[in-house]
């Protein structure tokens, strides 16, 4: 008999089939048991009509619980009145194994155990939909870059130095010496731009954020291209096409899923390149005109990127930060030495900044004297400042966080149900 997925049962109508699952859910009523089926890519309605299957089927159906997991031979039928529109008139079935006292019942669950049952809360179809859009925000960003010329070069996962400050950085040994945890590839990636033109790297990375937050993980997916022979006002608009690119394929491959989360999706129609721009100065002036006290050269918390994101119902790039709160390697605006040519974009509904960027100081005296700036072991970095003395050119990139992305589309209220085993200040398990 034909192994088939409940995602193609449309098109085996009147067709005897088998189906490989568990038991999401089961009831019965005198001489009828219906049996919602899940196998990964759907969920089926089957139905047990016992003077059509026996006696001992249908006894066997009845010790059914959440989660068993069967396989059901039978036919495909049509059924207006079911989600999907079809179902199936089951002839046989195969118990593989009977699940016991599966702990996460349809009843409502704190957070806490759901946490920490996430090896199973994944088969609940709100966790599975997340997922299914992960998976489909991932392959869209990937089809973005390979389909612009840019190359997947991958980037070390173990590293001597820091790229986004030393706080943050997590050590291992490393055969009797520190090792980092990469907290981006963007230092090697510059490497990969002067030899391949427009690259990107995809990978995770680590941080040790040891503060509490719905946007923080200490392990996260970043997405990073960069580009020789770029300009910040390039790297912005890449930025702007990215996720236009990325909205529009997640409504119309992710319906389904957008729909069991609820999610308004006249929000992400509206999700349209060219975004709004805005310079950080300008966004001083408007948090202090919008009540708060608020002094040129700080950094931005989460109120204040909650409150410049919901001025607009686009992400909206902000641009040129103060030099003493970003990276070392940030290019310093021509026009004004106090700021940085760096980017990021908030996104809307306050879910603050999903990407990060900025050109890059290309020029090998003023990076040293950052290096030094910043106390960096300058031994640890001549590979890339090499790059400033072998054909240094204009470039840029950024880095876009998978997880902020999916809590944004997904519309979430917290990064943990982003990614399949959050990793957070308080979680390592399971
Ligand atoms: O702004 P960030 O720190 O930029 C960089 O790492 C650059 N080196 C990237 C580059 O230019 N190649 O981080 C980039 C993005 C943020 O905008 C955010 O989306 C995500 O990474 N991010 C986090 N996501 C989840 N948890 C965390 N702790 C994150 N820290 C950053
Ligand atoms: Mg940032």
Request: one cysteine or more; aromatic letters at 12%; proline letters at 4%.
């Amino acid at each position: 008999m034909k192994k088939i997925l409940i995602k193609n049962v449309k098109n085996y109508i009147n067709k005897d089939v088998r189906l490989d699952g568990w038991v999401y859910n089961k009831r019965s009523s005198g001489k009828i048991g219906f049996l919602m089926l899940r196998d990964g890519t759907g969920i089926l309605q089957g139905i047990f009509f016992k003077p059509e299957i026996g006696e001992k089927l249908f006894t066997e159906f009845k010790t059914l619980t959440q989660e068993s997991s069967i396989s059901v031979e039978g036919i495909i039928t049509s059924n207006e009145k079911v989600d999907g529109g079809c179902e199936i008139q089951v002839k046989n079935l195969i118990i593989h194994n009977i699940s016991k006292d599966y702990p996460i019942t349809p009843k409502e669950h704190g957070t806490d155990f759901l946490m920490n049952n996430r090896h199973l809360w994944l088969r609940s179809k709100r966790q599975h939909s997340i997922m299914k859009i992960r998976h489909e925000i991932i392959k869209a960003t990937r089809d973005f870059f390979d389909g612009n010329d840019f190359t997947l070069i991958d980037t070390p996962i173990f590293t001597p130095n820091a790229c986004e400050g030393t706080t943050t950085l997590f050590a291992t040994d490393y055969f009797g010496e520190n090792a980092y945890l990469s907290q981006s590839g963007q230092l090697y990636n510059e490497a990969n731009a002067m030899a391949f033109g427009r690259v990107y790297t995809f990978g995770p990375t680590f941080r040790a954020e040891k503060s509490k937050t719905r946007r923080h993980l200490t392990e996260f997916w970043m997405v990073e291209p960069e580009l020789a022979y770029c300009d910040l006002n390039e790297d912005m608009q890449w930025g702007e096409k990215l996720l236009e690119f990325i909205v529009e394929r997640v409504l119309s491959n992710r319906q389904l899923e957008l729909k069991i989360l609820g999610r308004d999706t006249s929000k992400l129609e509206k999700i349209k390149a060219p975004f709004p721009k805005i310079s950080y100065s300008e966004c001083v002036e408007m948090l202090n005109d919008g009540g708060f006290n608020f002094e040129w050269g700080g950094d931005f918390g989460s109120p204040e990127e909650t409150f410049i994101s919901e001025q607009y119902d686009k992400p909206v790039i902000v641009h040129r930060f103060p030099t003493q709160i970003k990276a070392f390697y940030m290019k310093r605006d021509p026009e004004n030495e106090k700021v940085v040519l760096g980017m990021d974009f908030l996104a809307p509904e306050g879910y603050g900044e999903i990407i990060g960027g900025s050109e890059r100081e290309s020029d090998l005296e003023v990076l040293l004297e950052r290096v030094k700036h910043e106390k960096l072991p300058r031994d640890e970095f001549e590979w890339y400042l090499d790059l400033r003395k072998y054909g240094s050119v204009q470039h840029a990139g950024f880095g876009m966080g998978i997880e902020r992305v999916v809590a944004w589309i997904c519309k979430l209220p917290h990064v943990r149900e982003t990614i399949p085993y959050p990793r957070m200040l308080q979680r390592l398990r399971p």
